[in-house]
């Protein structure tokens, strides 16, 4: 079985595959590359699931901001904002 170490590099986003022993036959390379293929899709996933989740706060943040300006205008006696 092929032991397989992949660092990503948020800075280059560059990545590196080190292994310990090289692939011998067809089979090795194989379940290599489905191994390496599987982390990277990992990665991804969880690099997309916080890019979603920032969206959702910073959506959240808009709306409260929103509301605290409707909220200033009412203070200020200023009638509904026009679209």
């Known amino acids: 079985m ?3 170490k992949v660092e990503m590099n948020n800075d ?3 990545f590196t595959a080190t292994n310990t022993s090289d692939p ?3 089979q ?3 379940q290599y590359v489905q191994g390496l293929l599987q982390t990277i899709q990992d990665k991804f996933q969880n690099m997309s699931d916080q890019i979603l ?3 959702d706060e910073m959506g959240n ?3 409260d901001l929103e ?3 409707g909220d200033l205008m009412t203070q200020a006696g200023v009638e509904g904002a026009e679209k």
């Open 67 to 69: 509301k605290n300006i």
């Open 28 to 30: 090795e390379l194989t």
């Open 61 to 63: 943040r808009i709306d």
């Open 2 to 4: 092929v032991d397989d």
């Open 12 to 14: 280059t986003e560059s």
């Open 53 to 55: 989740t920032r969206i």
């Open 24 to 26: 011998k036959n067809v």
